[in-house]
């Protein structure tokens, strides 16, 4: 069943992507505010940084994360490393058994996977060709140093 899109006043935006340290989680945030902003608020991240709680069992956070993720109208995962976050391909996996529209975000400039050629995705094909779902690669290193 398709999940239909809310009036364009606002979306709710799930963001997935690793929490394990201080750049992941300043640049999560960073990354939100800069979505909110350019959308002039059409467009709220809801980071599970902010939500989950690391004294709760781990079958807590992890129920809280997918009803998160459920009951958001769009996601955000961030596909960066030459190994994918597993947690965050699992992530992508429910959304897309939801139906739920998602965007694969690649910052990373190393290549990894097994799709062969440079014009496709830099991860494992299993985690491509998926309906509903947008890849943006953004060159970050390029990107700062042009500036």
């Known amino acids: 069943m398709k999940k239909s899109l809310p009036s364009p006043a606002n979306y709710s935006v799930y963001f997935g992507g690793e929490l394990f ?3 992941h989680l300043a640049g999560n945030a960073l990354l939100a ?6 959308s002039r608020g059409k ?8 939500f989950e709680l690391r004294g709760l069992d781990p079958q807590v956070i992890r129920d809280q994360d997918i009803i998160a993720l459920l009951d958001s109208d769009l996601a955000i995962f961030n596909f960066d490393g030459t190994e994918l976050d597993s947690g965050t391909v699992i992530e992508f996996m429910i959304a897309k058994f939801a139906d739920i529209p998602a965007v694969l975000l690649r910052t990373d400039l190393r290549a990894a996977g097994d799709q062969g050629d440079a014009t496709k995705d830099p991860w494992n094909l299993m985690a491509s060709f998926y309906p509903r779902t947008e890849v943006v690669r953004a060159a970050s290193l390029i990107d700062y140093r042009v500036r």
């Open 33 to 38: 505010e800069s979505i909110y902003t350019q």
């Open 43 to 50: 467009y709220r991240c809801h980071l599970p940084q902010d």
């Open 21 to 23: 340290d201080l750049k």
